[in-house]
Structure formats: structure tokens, C-alpha cells
């Protein structure tokens, strides 16, 4: 594995990388950073040269910048891609990931080869109103805590505000019984757990920009602009069964676009179900 640091004109992005051939961007969810594809990058780096980059404000790389937008973090993966070589990728986005993704295809599109958007139902609704909305019970707590922190002239209880968010999250993470379930008391579950824990940590600073810069994006006109062929992964839940199914309405705006489910998932898909990420993400890149 290589890892590095490129510059860009809004900050330094660290990044990692493995395999050789065709190269592979993956770009992470918030507020998460590139240690959430610990377990699939090495799997798809048997076929391709996987680039794993931290968005800026998250991971190791440098601060969020105060105007930051899709675009031009965008602007910053291609940027990014210059400086290690790379003309043209492949680009498989999860969640926040896949609205940077979108951002760069529309906006780059000769960089990019082809394209992998994939979120839970909630992250694939095109609307920005609605989408907003969907994401209201799960973004909200984040905005509201920031609030209280901010609205107090009392450094102390500034600071206990940010003390109780913070310990609320590792809370749910130290006793994950569904994550005992899949890795055992292992090393892996270490790794998992020390990673959501740090990625939390990392992204406090960071959280209420990033999702302010997604819900102001205009997914549905990206979409449309994008040439490259593109397949939108769906991960449906009984809890975002109101939402109603996103990823074939997504195909149908898009110039090229196909589109698969992956049932009964969340945002843990990608290291919980790893086998079944990795396959979709394989077959619709290899295939001519």
C-alpha cells in the first residue's frame, strides 16, 4: 500500500492507494473518511489500481474549506488525479461520495471513465427538497447540537455540548452488537470500531458543512449532464420503504445510466457486505 498527500488550491488531500491496472476512485461517506473501504479496496485492487482518498475535512487531509461545495471538492479529486498520474478514472461514490462523484462527471467529464453512485434510498432521492427532508431524521441531531454549541456565550457548556455529541456517538459504537456479530471479537472488530471512533472524532468540525453542501447541490441537474455510463446501487431498508425505490428514476434521467438493489442494507454495506458490493462494483466495470 502507498499513501501520500496531494495539494490542491483548497488544501491538502491524503490518500491511499493499492493494486495495479485501470484506476479506481473510491470516494467515501460522511462523516466518515477513506478508512470505511479498509476491508473493499483490497479486494477490488486485485483488478484495479485503487486510489482512496480522505474528502477534505475528514480522515488525515487538511480542514474543510468554509465555502466548500460539491464542485469544488470535486475540483479537488481532479486536481488530486493529476498529481498522481491519473488522466481518467473509474469513480464509485457512497453516500456523500456519490454526490462528489456526480459533481466531478458532470463537471469533468473527460476524467472520468465509468461510474458507480451508490447510498441508501435516502442519499438517491434527485429532489433537493425532498432530499433534504428524507435526510432530516438522520442529520438533524448533528445540526442541532452545532447550534446549541455555537448559541452560548459560556465556553463551558460550549464545550460540554461538544463532549456529550461526541461521547453519544462512541457510545453506539464501542458495544455495536450487530458488528460483534459479523467480525467476532477480532482484530477486524477492533479495526472497525477504532475507525468509526476516529472518523467521528476527525469529522467533528466538519459534519454540518459537509451535509449544508450536499443538501445545496443540485443532484438532479448532475445527473442529467453525465455522460459516462453509470450504475446507480440502491441499498433499500424497511425504514426508507416510505421513500419509495430511488435508483431506477436516477437510471431513467441519466444519459447511460443501469441500476442494481442491494436489499435490506445500511451504510455499513460496504464493510458488512463487502462480497456483494465488490461483485456489483467488478461486474459492471469489467464487463464490455
Not at 486536481?79 to 453516500?95: L, Y
Not at 425532498?130 to 457548556?157: C, L, M, V, W
Request: with cysteine; net charge negative; aromatic share 10%.
Amino acid at each position: 500500500m502507498k499513501r501520500g498527500f496531494a495539494d490542491t488550491d483548497k488544501g491538502q488531500i491524503y490518500f491511499y492507494e493499492q493494486g495495479e491496472g485501470p484506476a479506481l476512485i473510491l470516494l467515501h461517506p460522511s462523516p466518515q473518511s477513506g478508512r470505511v473501504y479498509w476491508r473493499l479496496a483490497p479486494k477490488l485492487a486485485q483488478t484495479f489500481r485503487v486510489i482512496v482518498p480522505d474528502t477534505l475535512g475528514f480522515g488525515l487531509s487538511d480542514p474543510l474549506p468554509p465555502d466548500a461545495t460539491m464542485p469544488g471538492l470535486a475540483d479537488c479529486i481532479a486536481q488530486m488525479m493529476d498529481i498522481t498520474g491519473v488522466d481518467k478514472a473509474n469513480i464509485f461514490g457512497f453516500h456523500t461520495g456519490n454526490k462528489i462523484a456526480a459533481a466531478l462527471a458532470s463537471g469533468h467529464p473527460n476524467r472520468v471513465d465509468r461510474l458507480i453512485l451508490c447510498g441508501q434510498t435516502h442519499s438517491l432521492v434527485p429532489d433537493q427538497s425532498a432530499r433534504i427532508s428524507a435526510f432530516g431524521p438522520i442529520t438533524d441531531r448533528y445540526f442541532e447540537a452545532k447550534s446549541a454549541e455555537q448559541n452560548t456565550d459560556n465556553a463551558a457548556h460550549a464545550h460540554m455540548q461538544w463532549a456529550t455529541e461526541a461521547f453519544a456517538d462512541f457510545s453506539r459504537f464501542w458495544w455495536d452488537k450487530r458488528a460483534i456479530e459479523t467480525f467476532g471479537y477480532t482484530k477486524d472488530l477492533r479495526r472497525y470500531i477504532s475507525s468509526r471512533i476516529m472518523d467521528s472524532l476527525q469529522a467533528k468540525d466538519s459534519t454540518t458543512a459537509i451535509y449544508s453542501a450536499n443538501f445545496e447541490f443540485d443532484f438532479e441537474a448532475a445527473l442529467r449532464a453525465i455522460s459516462s455510463k453509470t450504475l446507480i446501487i440502491e441499498v433499500t431498508s424497511a425504514a426508507e420503504a416510505h421513500l419509495g425505490a430511488q435508483a431506477a428514476l436516477l437510471a431513467a434521467l441519466m444519459q447511460d445510466g443501469s441500476h442494481a438493489v442491494v436489499e435490506d442494507g445500511d451504510r455499513e454495506v460496504v464493510e458488512m457486505r463487502t462480497g456483494e458490493i465488490s461483485m456489483l462494483i467488478l461486474e459492471f466495470l469489467t464487463k464490455t
